[in-house]
């Protein structure tokens, strides 16, 4: 049974958007029958995140929060992995890291230390409403094309089909939100995506991955349940 390991800070706006959508790949993880360790905000730090690495030796780790080129962060800021200094406890594993510019130096450091993949950003992750709480049709453009990298890897499919099915969902928004001539944010909404998907880089063995064959995600997710107040919900966008 594949182990997937995932951080879960939650102390300002962007970890609360990041921990919103991350228990949708908590609750995917554990229908495709994968043993997964959840570490939430206080457990989000060093000394608990690697004693989970060293113990429960995941395959995947996913985590979202504060990053730079060298460092990737958790709760309050904790440094959890930093290059050429602990990022070798990833070798073996599958990583995706949902944080800025993670991309440009720990991503690649990692894969040289014997990460089997990395996917991550190697500019800042931004997105166009920061409006509380999370689930509102803006937010569901970029949790859905975060989320299909994870949702990938989880499932089994290669490093580089998850790349490629996030990229794909990234030009069917662009092309979605074109056509709403009428929304005033529609423009500021692409730009934010085409950024994040120019950004979106991955190192190491692309066709790495997790053996498990229960319940593709290709276009769409069947576990996404958000709460949007706004007659059209993201979820019900269809594309080409």
């Known amino acids: 049974m594949p182990k997937v390991l995932l951080t879960s800070p939650c102390f300002d706006a962007a970890t609360i958007f990041g921990y919103w959508w991350k228990d949708k790949t908590v609750t995917q993880s554990l229908v495709n029958g994968h043993e997964t360790l959840d570490l939430k905000m206080g457990d989000a730090v060093r000394d608990v995140f690697e004693n989970a690495i060293q113990n429960f030796n995941?395959?995947?780790?996913?985590?979202?929060?504060?990053?730079n080129a060298e460092l990737f962060t958790g709760q309050n800021k904790d440094i959890l992995l930093h290059a050429c200094y602990n990022d070798h406890l990833m070798s073996g594993r599958i990583v995706y890291l949902l944080s800025c510019t993670t991309g440009q130096k720990l991503g690649p450091s990692m894969v040289n230390k014997g990460a089997r993949a990395y996917i991550g950003y190697d500019d800042?992750?931004?997105?166009?409403?920061?409006?509380?709480?999370?689930?509102?049709?803006?937010?569901?453009?970029?949790?859905?094309?975060?989320?299909?990298?994870?949702?990938?890897?989880?499932?089994?499919?290669?490093?580089?089909?998850?790349?490629?099915?996030?990229?794909?969902?990234?030009?069917?928004?662009?092309?979605?939100?074109?056509?709403?001539?009428?929304?005033?944010?529609?423009?500021?909404?692409?730009?934010?995506?085409?950024?994040?998907?120019?950004?979106?880089?991955?190192?190491?063995d692309k066709s790495a991955q997790i053996q498990n064959r229960m319940i593709d995600y290709h276009i769409g997710s069947i576990f996404l349940a958000g709460f949007s107040p706004l007659e059209l919900s993201w979820q019900d966008v269809k594309f080409r």
């Open 124 to 204: 800042d992750f931004v997105w166009a409403d920061y409006d509380l709480p999370p689930g509102g049709f803006y937010h569901g453009c970029f949790y859905d094309f975060s989320n299909v990298i994870i949702a990938n890897i989880l499932y089994g499919n290669p490093v580089s089909v998850a790349v490629e099915r996030a990229l794909e969902r990234a030009y069917g928004w662009i092309d979605y939100l074109s056509s709403l001539e009428d929304d005033p944010l529609a423009s500021k909404i692409i730009e934010y995506l085409l950024h994040d998907r120019n950004s979106l880089v991955s190192f190491g």
């Open 58 to 67: 995941p395959e995947v780790f996913y985590g979202y929060g504060h990053g």
